[in-house]
């Protein structure tokens, strides 16, 4: 099929959003390279220590104004912020494809989920309201506020550049707090297109900010004492050793979602047809670099002719999986975002062969649609006779690998998924219910799939975590994204 | 190349539905008679392009499988543009029966095998089949009428 348009032409030089206004920084600058094609399509900022206390003090400075802003009036921006979202949905979308290298279905399914979370945090007017108590002695009554904080950081990883800083940032402006965003500095297109929208929307300076660049910016937010709290999605060492340890040492609140290892189990009385699909999906979606991927896949049950059968149509269906430019609508699967992550993962596949695992589809040479260079570019690749021990079976490589494990029961299933550190989204595939009922219950993970193969929770509900998965108490998206970007003033009163 | 992918199956629905309907306008110019009733069939493409469109971008997300969802191959579904020169009126009433028995194949397959996969877009694909159905006995009523 034809490519679908480039919405950016020639080379983006993204600039910070700070108070209102796009500023150069007086910091270095980075290439931002398509992976797919390997052109420079942006120069992303990496801004300096200065540049993101501006930034903190410029949220701080127009925190007081937007929090005596009615929660009304900061809806109906937040209405128009939406509007506009979905007036150049395709050009986001496109915009994502271009700069991570995601198909364009994927895109397009990033970009809904960013905007129903603008939707969601439009009902502030009610989601945040307190509650009340009449007489709770005889003539004193008491009753609870939601009220803002102040100014919150938001800390996005590169594989959905323009997502995952809306499961916070559109609760937290909405509940009355100002936030300073830092977008991966790999992926800042995104950002700056969705801050450029904002500005139009009719956020005043100083609500909502982007400071790109690195690890400076990060230690800039983590250190500085107006920032009351941060929300932060990446690796587990980074979240759970940096974020997680410093948001406890200075009194920040925090949600640090992180690392995953999922596993996709198959009950034997899965519909097989519907089943294959959806692994695809979890599996090699995005390239494998999510965190509700499917990792490894462990299969139920001692009936060798089900699992030959079933792994016949998982390779197959994996072999033909078709990869290049997510422009092309016939595309399946894209790069991953960088050779140095290609690299990491071609690693692990050798690992895998070391340690001994099948190695049943090799993905270390692939064949790539549309004449695009293979630097970024790796194939599925499935390992049977994978067991924990293992390195492929128990770190998380973030690419398009599966680890195909077996297990006699499902309890013994249960106790495998258990053991691992991880605990983000496993899922089940099974027409019984009480199978079902009994891995629902039964299994340590955050987001548990029950014939779903990639668990991501829409905006109404949290989005959860468990074990080295995720660090914090509250979770982004929803009611609790609420509680988070609020804390409770109680009231009681009397009347001499 | 096969179609697996969610846009690509919008997009071949939406040419599908975009080449028919420039075949209806031809026909309403041509044939006076019967003009309102291609004309009304030309219409209501445009609203099944935005139907099944609004469908799509309600719903996919990465929890849907987009990019696995579908087998499909467009060569099944290519519409012959029917010979302008020569053809007689009964010629082109019996293109255009081919021609919705083709596009309402193409929905039923692409329904079926989507339906435990995309949620609202099947759905949408099944009710545009629904409606489109009613065309054939119409077609129908014209051919016998001219014969």
């Given at each position: 099929m034809a490519l679908l348009e480039e919405p950016i032409k020639g080379i983006k030089e993204v600039k910070n959003y700070i108070n209102g206004e796009w500023v150069d920084t007086k910091g270095k600058i980075m290439d931002v390279v398509?992976?797919?094609?390997?052109?420079?399509?942006g120069k992303c900022p990496i801004s300096t220590k200065e540049e993101i206390h501006a930034a903190v003090e410029a949220a701080q400075a127009a925190f007081p104004d937007w929090r005596r802003t009615t929660p009304l009036a900061r809806s109906r921006i937040l209405f128009r912020f939406k509007g506009l979202l979905e007036e150049n949905f395709e050009e986001l979308s496109r915009i994502q494809t271009m700069e991570h290298g995601k198909t364009i279905d994927e895109s397009r399914g990033e970009t809904r989920r960013g905007i129903e979370n603008v939707e969601v945090s439009c009902g502030i007017p009610t989601l945040m309201q307190g509650y009340y108590s009449e007489d709770i002695a005889t003539g004193i009554d008491e009753w609870v506020i939601p009220s803002p904080l102040g100014v919150f950081g938001i800390i996005g990883p590169f594989n959905f550049p323009f997502m995952i800083p809306l499961w916070s940032a559109p609760y937290a402006v909405a509940t009355g707090n100002c936030v300073v965003i830092k977008p991966s500095s790999e992926v800042p297109l995104s950002q700056w297109r969705l801050a450029e929208l904002a500005e139009e929307a009719g956020?005043?300076?100083?609500v909502w900010n982007v400071v790109n660049g690195g690890r400076t910016v990060v230690d800039g937010m983590l250190e500085h004492?107006?920032?009351?709290g941060i929300t932060f999605v990446g690796s587990t060492p980074t979240g759970r050793d940096v974020i997680y340890r410093k948001c406890g040492e200075t009194g920040k609140r925090v949600i640090a979602q992180c690392g995953a290892k999922n596993f996709m189990v198959i009950m034997p009385d899965c519909n097989v047809k519907a089943t294959i699909p959806a692994l695809m999906t979890s599996f090699f979606g995005n390239a494998g670099q999510?965190?509700?991927?499917?990792?490894n896949l462990l299969v139920v049950g001692e009936d060798n002719k089900f699992y030959n059968g079933f792994m016949e149509e998982v390779a197959a269906m994996s072999s033909r999986i078709k990869m290049g430019y997510g422009l092309d609508e016939a595309i399946q699967m894209g790069p991953v975002r960088d050779k140095e992550k290609r690299d990491k993962i071609m690693g692990y596949i050798e690992i895998g062969i070391k340690e001994g695992a099948?190695?049943?589809?090799?993905?270390?040479k692939p064949k790539v649609d549309g004449g695009c260079p293979e630097t970024c570019f790796v194939g599925p690749t499935v390992f049977e006779n994978v067991t924990p021990e293992m390195r492929i079976g128990s770190e998380e490589i973030f690419g398009p690998v599966m680890s195909v494990f077996r297990a006699k029961t499902l309890e013994e299933a249960v106790e495998i998924c258990n053991a691992s550190p991880f605990g983000n989204g496993h899922a089940i595939f099974t027409q019984n219910g009480r199978s079902a009922r009994e891995f629902q219950y039964s299994v340590t993970s955050g987001n548990v799939g029950i014939n779903i193969g990639i668990v991501a929770p829409v905006a109404i509900f949290p989005f959860s975590g468990m074990k080295d998965s995720f660090f914090g108490i509250l979770h982004t998206q929803g009611r609790e994204a609420v509680r988070f970007f609020t804390e409770s003033k109680v009231i009681i009163q009397r009347w001499f | 190349m096969e179609i697996n992918t969610c846009s690509g199956a919008i997009s071949l629905s939406r040419e599908l539905e975009n080449e028919s309907a420039k075949f209806y306008e031809e026909l309403s110019k041509r044939y006076e008679q019967d003009k309102d009733l291609f004309l009304t069939f030309a219409r209501e493409n445009g609203k099944y392009v935005t139907q099944i469109e609004r469908a799509y971008y309600g719903v996919i997300t990465d929890a849907l499988e987009g990019c696995f969802a579908f087998d499909l191959n467009p060569e099944d579904y290519k519409i012959k543009t029917p010979?302008?020169?020569?053809?007689g009126y009964s010629d082109f009433l019996k293109e255009a029966l081919a021609m919705e028995e083709k596009i309402l194949k193409f929905y039923q397959v692409a329904a079926e095998q989507s339906k435990h996969l995309m949620a609202d877009v099947p759905r949408s694909f099944t009710l545009v089949a629904k409606k489109r159905i009613e065309r054939i006995p119409k077609l129908k009523a014209l051919l016998e009428k001219g014969k």
């Open positions: 398509n992976p797919a094609t390997g052109k420079v399509i956020f005043p300076p100083g004492k107006d920032i009351v999510r965190c509700l991927a499917g990792a099948k190695l049943r589809l090799d993905g270390r | 010979p302008i020169k020569d053809a």
